[in-house]
């Protein structure tokens, strides 16, 4: 089956420390994107790429970085400069060369930094 | 910045009874999109209305789209406890280039048996 893998589900890290979240997809999806979410809140965009080896930033991307090195494949780091990495990251592709195709999701990955 | 809002935050309803969120933009769109997410899981991707629609049906879901107003319902009918989740609109803006969605922050339904 076709689809978008995020892992791990959860993930704990000490705060100081570098993490790296891993989204993988077997849609053949030229873009992908990163997502942000807060308890009750909606998503915020933290960075995209339209296709490989290359990527932009979104609306809340300091603190991250992010690699596109394969199409499959979009890894997010959550570097220690990021002040309250706490969250719900959502991984999702989409078909490039149309606006009116939607986004595919993983199924996120929880992250707690103490 | 979130371009779409929507409106009510939460929604308590019965079984069966008939679901309706709004959601408001600001700027111009090529189109809207309405999503699913259950508690702790990804997203869902559940109807896309573009800009010269005005209404669309899928199932138990309706979607109306008022460019003048910078606005859209989504209607669930006859609810079920399955239907209980967080409801997103997300716009797909004119100008972008980059094709980024831009999320509201959802609607929190309730279905009580």
């Known amino acids: 089956d076709g689809g978008i893998t995020q892992s791990p589900k959860y993930l704990f890290r000490k705060e100081g420390q570098n993490v790296t979240l891993s989204c993988e997809q077997n849609?053949?999806?030229?873009?992908m994107y990163w997502y942000r979410q807060d308890p009750g809140q909606g998503l915020r965009l933290i960075y995209y790429s339209q296709i490989v080896n290359d990527f932009q930033k979104g609306d809340i991307a300091e603190g991250y970085s992010v690699s596109r090195e394969k199409k499959e494949s979009f890894p997010l780091t959550v570097t220690s400069a990021q002040k309250n990495p706490t969250a719900f990251y959502l991984c999702a592709s989409r078909s490039q060369g149309s606006y009116n195709s939607p986004l595919h999701f993983g199924n996120g990955t929880r992250l707690t930094v103490t | 910045s979130q371009q779409g809002e929507e409106d009510p935050q939460a929604l308590s309803i019965q079984e069966g009874e008939n679901a309706t969120m709004n959601c408001s933009y600001k700027t111009s769109i090529n189109n809207l999109q309405w999503y699913r997410q259950n508690s702790g899981r990804g997203l869902v991707h559940l109807i896309l209305?573009?800009?010269?629609?005005r209404e669309k049906h899928s199932g138990r879901l309706r979607v109306t789209l008022d460019t003048s107003k910078k606005s859209s319902s989504l209607l669930i009918t006859a609810s079920r406890a399955a239907d209980t989740a967080s409801y997103f609109c997300a716009t797909d803006r004119v100008g972008q280039g980059a094709q980024k969605l831009v999320f509201g922050q959802g609607t929190r339904l309730t279905i009580n048996p």
């Open positions: 209305i573009r800009s010269n629609e």
């Open positions: 849609l053949n999806h030229d873009a």
